[in-house]
């Protein structure tokens, strides 16, 4: 399973940006789907998440300003940014937990994407 991000750049503070992730490659299951992001000097830090059947999670810092959503037919995870901040800027990267068609299970990251956000 491959994953490939996109949608980042560079946005002022109170902008907006949608990320998206799609998955390629031999696909069977995709179960949770996450966004990860890390900025510099810190460590990663999980911001969302979504079950197959659409329950979501977010870290405190986001709720009421990011959604998570995925198209399970698309093989894709979105994250709907609104009112960023700086504190945003990080790279982000976006994480799924797979099922084979052999019953293995995997975990998977795409290479992220930069989000900065500037005052």
């Known amino acids: 399973v491959q994953l490939q991000a996109s949608g980042g750049g560079l946005v002022q503070a109170e902008g907006s940006l949608r990320l998206s992730c799609v998955a390629s490659?031999?696909?069977?299951?995709?179960?949770?789907m996450r966004w990860y992001r890390q900025a510099p000097g810190k460590q990663r830090e999980l911001v969302a998440e979504?079950?197959?059947?659409?329950?979501?999670n977010y870290v405190d810092s986001v709720k009421d300003r990011f959604t998570i959503s995925r198209d399970n037919a698309k093989n894709t995870v979105y994250l709907q940014m609104n009112s960023l901040k700086p504190e945003d800027t990080a790279v982000y990267y976006c994480?799924?937990?797979?099922?084979?068609?052999?019953?293995?299970?995997?975990?998977?990251w795409g290479p992220g994407t930069l989000v900065t956000v500037s005052s």
């Open positions: 490659g031999t696909i069977f299951l995709l179960n949770a």
């Open positions: 994480n799924t937990d797979h099922l084979s068609l052999s019953g293995n299970r995997g975990n998977f």
């Open positions: 979504i079950t197959r059947k659409g329950s979501t």
